[in-house]
């Protein structure tokens, strides 16, 4: 169990906040994958309080969602306080998350993002601000540091807790790294040993056993999974089922994942009607597809198209020709059932 504030997340396992995937499609997914707690996609500040349309429909919660986070970024404490403030009373969302790891140019020139890295100072001042203004509880998803130089993880996470933040989550890397290299677990068991609030580990956990590892190497509260996740919600499911029973669950086949992959397609459409979701689908159909025979042609195909219709039947006759080859007849059978 993970306990954040008031909130109690039923095991470890959390989905990270990732741009342009974590809508309410996929985090229902997760969440019925059995993620402890599910993560939504940074919104920004000022667009919170210019109330852009686009942004107050990325502040939906669907309620079998929760326990949900929701993260906000931004560069100034007052912006950040208004948004946070409007999350709290608008939305019913149960946590309040600020972004301070993100490492784009864009975010980071705003002085949002990792920028907020450089200075525990400010960010003690600006979570105490936040945190005095909602009743919501406040996390904070932090990198290590800037960059090889400026690598103030632990200050930075004593700056959270001094503040009255509720929890950190911690990705192993600079800003400088982005997503490359390695994740330095070493500096998230520092953090870990430095502060009483929970810490929330990331980065490096492709597989059930990493997760496992990451929590007995850094003494970590929960595991915050990412990209591991994309095209593959099992990863969530056969992690935590991993870490309660210390069995290995397989890899689903490709049927599952197809049917998976359809449903996810599916309730995008219904979020965002077929011209969006169709679009936005095809990065994802490419990760669902990942690793199976023969589905180099099939991405190529999926790409091109622009109809939900059009996206299943490729999807299906890509089964069925794995079926033709020797596959599992049954397959095919759950997916036409």
Same mark, same amino acid.
């Given at each position: 169990m993970l306990k954040i504030g008031d909130v109690s997340a039923p095991n470890q396992v959390v989905l990270a906040p990732m741009a342009g995937v974590c809508n309410p499609a996929f985090r229902l997914i997760a969440k019925e994958f059995g993620c402890g707690l599910v993560c939504a996609e940074m919104v920004s500040d000022k667009a919170i309080l210019?109330? #852009? !349309? @686009?942004?107050?429909?990325? /502040?939906?919660?669907?309620? @079998?969602e929760k326990p949900l986070s929701l993260q906000i970024f931004g560069g100034d404490t007052e912006t950040l306080v208004g948004a946070a403030k409007y999350v709290d009373e608008h939305t019913n969302a149960d946590i309040i998350d600020i972004n301070m790891g993100c490492p784009v140019p864009k975010i980071t020139k705003c002085d949002a993002g990792a920028r907020w890295l450089l200075d %525990?100072? $400010?960010?003690?001042?600006?979570?105490?601000?936040?945190? *005095? !203004?909602? !009743?919501k509880p406040v996390t904070v998803k932090m990198r290590i540091g800037w960059d090889d130089e400026h690598v103030y993880a632990v200050q930075?996470? $004593? &700056?959270?807790? #001094?503040?009255?933040?509720s929890a950190v989550s911690v990705h192993g890397r600079t800003r400088v790294q982005m997503y490359t290299g390695k994740a330095n677990w070493d500096i998230i068991k520092e953090v870990k040993q430095s502060v009483s609030i929970p810490v929330i580990g990331n980065g490096d956990v492709f597989t059930p056993e990493d997760a496992k590892r990451m929590l007995d190497h850094t003494g970590v509260d929960g595991v915050m999974i990412? *990209?591991?996740?994309?095209? #593959? %919600?099992?990863?969530?499911y056969r992690t935590i089922n +991993?870490?309660?029973?210390?069995?290995?669950? %397989?890899? %689903?086949?490709? &049927?599952?994942?197809?049917r998976i992959a359809i449903l996810h397609l599916d309730r995008l459409v219904a979020l965002k009607g077929e011209h969006v979701a169709v $679009?936005?689908? *095809?990065?994802?159909?490419?990760? +669902?597809?990942?690793? /199976?025979?023969?589905s180099a042609r099939v991405k190529d195909v999926i790409m091109e198209q622009s109809r939900r219709d059009d996206m299943v039947a490729? /999807? +299906?006759?890509?089964? &069925?020709g794995l079926d033709d080859s020797g596959g599992n007849a049954e397959q095919k059978a759950v997916l036409t059932h």
């Amino acid at each position: 169990m993970l306990k954040i504030g008031d909130v109690s997340a039923p095991n470890q396992v959390v989905l990270a906040p990732m741009a342009g995937v974590c809508n309410p499609a996929f985090r229902l997914i997760a969440k019925e994958f059995g993620c402890g707690l599910v993560c939504a996609e940074m919104v920004s500040d000022k667009a919170i309080l210019h109330g #852009n !349309s @686009r942004t107050m429909d990325m /502040l939906f919660v669907d309620e @079998r969602e929760k326990p949900l986070s929701l993260q906000i970024f931004g560069g100034d404490t007052e912006t950040l306080v208004g948004a946070a403030k409007y999350v709290d009373e608008h939305t019913n969302a149960d946590i309040i998350d600020i972004n301070m790891g993100c490492p784009v140019p864009k975010i980071t020139k705003c002085d949002a993002g990792a920028r907020w890295l450089l200075d %525990p100072g $400010k960010i003690e001042k600006m979570v105490t601000e936040v945190v *005095r !203004s909602v !009743s919501k509880p406040v996390t904070v998803k932090m990198r290590i540091g800037w960059d090889d130089e400026h690598v103030y993880a632990v200050q930075n996470a $004593k &700056a959270v807790e #001094n503040g009255g933040g509720s929890a950190v989550s911690v990705h192993g890397r600079t800003r400088v790294q982005m997503y490359t290299g390695k994740a330095n677990w070493d500096i998230i068991k520092e953090v870990k040993q430095s502060v009483s609030i929970p810490v929330i580990g990331n980065g490096d956990v492709f597989t059930p056993e990493d997760a496992k590892r990451m929590l007995d190497h850094t003494g970590v509260d929960g595991v915050m999974i990412g *990209r591991a996740a994309l095209g #593959n %919600p099992w990863m969530l499911y056969r992690t935590i089922n +991993y870490l309660t029973t210390g069995e290995l669950l %397989p890899e %689903p086949d490709a &049927a599952e994942k197809i049917r998976i992959a359809i449903l996810h397609l599916d309730r995008l459409v219904a979020l965002k009607g077929e011209h969006v979701a169709v $679009k936005e689908m *095809r990065k994802h159909m490419a990760w +669902y597809l990942k690793g /199976l025979q023969g589905s180099a042609r099939v991405k190529d195909v999926i790409m091109e198209q622009s109809r939900r219709d059009d996206m299943v039947a490729t /999807l +299906y006759e890509f089964i &069925a020709g794995l079926d033709d080859s020797g596959g599992n007849a049954e397959q095919k059978a759950v997916l036409t059932h």
